[in-house]
């Protein structure tokens, strides 16, 4: 089983950018796909982007955040970064990482193991 800490939330203006980690403890962390997804007040949980496991490495974005958001991994350190620019008021929500035991980085329906979230706040 994989733990998942996410961190490096804050708050920041529109058109700034912010870089979000999340950190994973346990084993195999290579062997997870790892994603990013929101929630914003009175919203439904949006997924935002994933990798794929180490031996694929394949990102997905949803629209909204195409060209302007990088997912990266770093195995070494197991961690997943989520770095955001040209933030827009429309970003502002929780955001959450999750990991899923597949090799492929297409959004997932759901994640096998999810951690806390850390608070993205972009004023306009």
């Known amino acids: 089983e994989v733990q998942l800490q996410a961190s490096g939330g804050g708050l920041v203006q529109a058109g700034g950018s912010l870089r979000v980690s999340c950190v994973a403890s346990?084993?195999?962390?290579?062997?997870?796909?790892i994603g990013w997804f929101r929630q914003a007040p009175g919203k439904q949980r949006e997924g935002v982007s994933c990798?794929?496991?180490?031996?694929?490495?394949?990102?997905s974005y949803i629209d909204s955040v195409k060209g302007r958001f990088t997912i990266t991994r770093d195995n070494t350190k197991n961690t997943v970064y989520l770095q955001m620019n040209k933030l827009k008021s429309e970003d502002t929500a929780v955001y959450f990482c999750?990991?899923?035991?597949?090799?492929?980085?297409?959004?997932?329906?759901?994640?096998?193991?999810r951690g806390q979230g850390t608070q993205v706040t972009v004023s306009s």
């Open positions: 346990g084993d195999r962390f290579a062997d997870y796909a």
């Open positions: 990798i794929g496991a180490a031996a694929n490495g394949n990102t």
């Open positions: 999750g990991a899923k035991q597949t090799v492929t980085g297409a959004l997932p329906g759901d994640y096998d193991h």
